[in-house]
């Protein structure tokens, strides 16, 4: 084993496409185009996503995102953050694939404002409809472990349960069903939403988890460039731990130093 | 269509007058955006960019014309 370079050599692979980071990154809420650029940088991020909006047709000047996060280098991942049912969603994503010319795409179909939960039913039929149309979701949904096996029986090429609700930063609460759907899939699996602080990302990935997708977390901190570099590093810390393996827990002390030979 | 030679539309909710016959691609140039960074709806339909220089422009048409902004 090559311990110089060790998340070096690992990598993740969704539709087809590797990545070797294991943390994507939205855009929104920064103060800026360029702050979000920098942000991006720190994090080490192969993937961001966007959403997909109306152009201000009374100021067609206005500074875009391309400008600041060139999409030849980072994968754009285009998301339906905002629309409540599956005709909204697919509609969005019909215009993103010709916006952007590429299939792999985020499907998120909300069920109410208040907790931005996912509505499962129109998530489900949406995926169906955009897997036929030749699309490549990646799947926000519930933290259930049958919901994300019929996600992946309709095609979903990642499964993204949330770990708390979107923005909220309270870290992952429910590590029992993000465990059980990982081991379920056969898909990759990625928190989405809940991340506050890099120790929730780093638990994320300790739960086998092949990434975390995270926006406020990084956005809202005081300083986002130094928090994106936090999560940068929280998600290899916790995907090392992962992979190493961690020991077992005991109910009582088992002292470090030997015994024998006390004086 | 008029007698001035212009056709109304609506474009991202707001409705405008444009020359009758010109293409969207026209029309997207003459709101000042490029093309090959916005993607295109008319009445619903995605038009894909490579046609968008063939389609006419027809009166009572409703766009949406979209691009990615920064999101969660």
Redesign the interface.
């Known amino acids: 084993m090559n311990v110089q370079s060790p998340v070096g050599a690992d990598s993740w692979t969704v539709a087809g496409r590797t990545f070797t980071s294991r943390l994507i990154v939205g855009t929104g809420k920064y103060k800026s185009l360029q702050e979000n650029a920098a942000a991006v940088e720190a994090s080490g991020a192969e993937i961001v996503t966007v959403a997909v909006r109306r152009v201000n047709i009374s100021n067609p000047n206005e500074p875009m995102l391309t400008d600041f996060i060139d999409p030849k280098e980072i994968t754009y991942l285009p998301n339906t953050a905002g629309c409540f049912t599956a005709d909204d969603a697919i509609r969005t994503l019909r215009l993103a694939r010709e916006a952007g010319g590429w299939n792999l795409v985020k499907l998120e179909v909300l069920g109410e404002a208040k907790t931005l939960y996912p509505d499962m039913r129109e998530t489900l039929r949406a995926t169906e409809v955009l897997v036929k149309e030749g699309f490549e979701p990646m799947v926000y949904c519930v933290d259930d472990p049958i919901a994300a096996k019929q996600l992946e029986e309709a095609g979903a090429v990642a499964i993204m349960p949330l770990g708390a609700p979107i923005g909220s930063g309270l870290g992952i609460q429910n590590r029992v069903t993000i465990r059980l759907i990982v081991e379920g899939a056969k898909v990759p699996v990625l928190v989405d939403a809940g991340v506050g602080t890099a120790s929730d990302a780093a638990q994320a990935m300790e739960l086998g988890c092949d990434g975390v997708l995270m926006n406020t977390a990084i956005a809202e901190a005081k300083d986002p460039v130094m928090m994106a570099r936090a999560m940068k590093s929280a998600v290899e810390a916790g995907r090392l731990a992962y992979l190493a393996g961690r020991m077992q827990k005991r109910r009582y002390a088992d002292p470090s130093s030997p015994l024998a030979g006390l004086i | 269509m008029t007698v001035d030679h212009t056709v109304q539309v609506r474009?991202?909710?707001?409705h405008r007058r444009v020359a009758q016959g010109i293409s969207i691609a026209e029309l997207v140039s003459e709101?000042?955006?490029d093309p090959l960074?916005?993607?295109?709806?008319r009445n619903?339909e995605?038009?894909?960019?490579s046609t968008l220089g063939d389609v006419k422009v027809e009166d009572g048409d409703d766009f949406?014309?979209?691009?990615?902004?920064?999101?969660?």
């Open positions: 474009i991202n909710g707001e709101l000042g955006l960074r916005v993607a295109v709806e619903l995605v038009v894909p960019r949406e014309i979209v691009r990615f902004v920064g999101g969660g």
